[in-house]
């Protein structure tokens, strides 16, 4: 088999894996979520009180764009907003405990997905998937 079938054919694979893991991390307790809504839980959640403006920055997106998702969180009571003691006009997103029992949910899925990696590849080979992945995946 030539080399660039090969690459076609593995990339294909790997798109089925990771079509697998966003199936099982939107089913369950999350299901109704969308990985989007689930990606900016997680960065909420990591980036402890960030303003929509930081986040829109972040993220190279219109804060409009962001502000639709945002509002959709606040609705549900995933995501509040804290208005700022110092700037009245600035305020900063805060995960409410479902939306932290929203991120537990999260992480377990992720973590069992990892399992299931670590299971198939020994250390040295973890280390060179992500050093791939990582030179892959920078030309976004």
């Known amino acids: 088999m030539n ?3 090969e690459l076609v054919e593995t990339i294909d694979k790997l ?6 893991f966003q199936t099982q991390l939107l089913s369950g307790d999350l ?5 989007r809504q689930l990606y900016y839980i997680e960065l909420i959640n990591k980036h ?4 929509v403006s930081e986040l829109a920055k972040m993220l190279d997106v219109k804060k409009s764009t962001i502000s639709i998702a945002i509002n959709q969180l ?14 009245k006009r600035f305020y900063f997103l805060q995960l409410t405990p479902q939306g932290k029992d929203i991120m537990k949910i999260h992480m377990k ?32």
């Not at 399992?115 to 920078?138: D, G, H, M, P, S």
């Open 48 to 51: 402890e009180n960030i303003s």
């Open 3 to 5: 080399q660039e079938l």
């Open 15 to 20: 798109s089925e894996f990771i079509e697998k």
């Open 31 to 35: 299901n109704g979520y969308t990985l």
């Open 109 to 140: 899925v992720h973590k069992n997905a990892i399992k299931q990696i670590i299971n198939i590849l020994n250390q040295k080979e973890v280390e060179n998937f992500i050093k791939i992945a990582n030179k892959i995946t920078i030309f976004k």
């Open 74 to 87: 606040i609705t549900r009571e995933i995501v509040t907003k804290i208005q700022s003691t110092t700037d």
